[in-house]
């Protein structure tokens, strides 16, 4: 057997593997690509069910409520918008009640 024939099926043994190597690597990017984001929606839901996401986002809605009373008229527009849109999901019932009346201001109620 020529040392040709025995370097091309080498080279051809070489070029399968590698391709069934990419093949499965794709695959697994494949899977990846369907499954991260659902364990990501997953983890982001478990995240904000914390207590402690509870506690920090009532803190922020509370220092926002702050700097709203204390903003002149141009800035307290722009601090309802942001209060508005970080808190649009949020029901009433997880806000404690003295945030109420900022909340429905920023909400335009």
Wanted: aromatic share 12%.
């Amino acid at each position: 057997m020529p040392v040709t024939k025995i370097v091309c099926y080498g080279l051809l043994i070489l070029i399968v593997v590698l391709g069934l190597d990419w093949l499965f690597a794709g695959e697994n990017f494949f899977l990846y690509k369907y499954w991260a984001p659902k364990n990501e929606q997953v983890r982001r839901q478990v995240y904000e069910s914390t207590k402690s996401y509870h506690q920090g986002s009532v803190q922020r809605l509370n220092t926002l409520c702050i700097q709203v009373e204390q903003a002149d008229d141009d800035h307290k527009v722009m601090l309802n918008d942001v209060i508005n849109h970080e808190y649009a999901e949020w029901d009433l019932n997880d806000v404690p009640s003295y945030l109420h009346p900022c909340l429905l201001k920023a909400r335009g109620q």
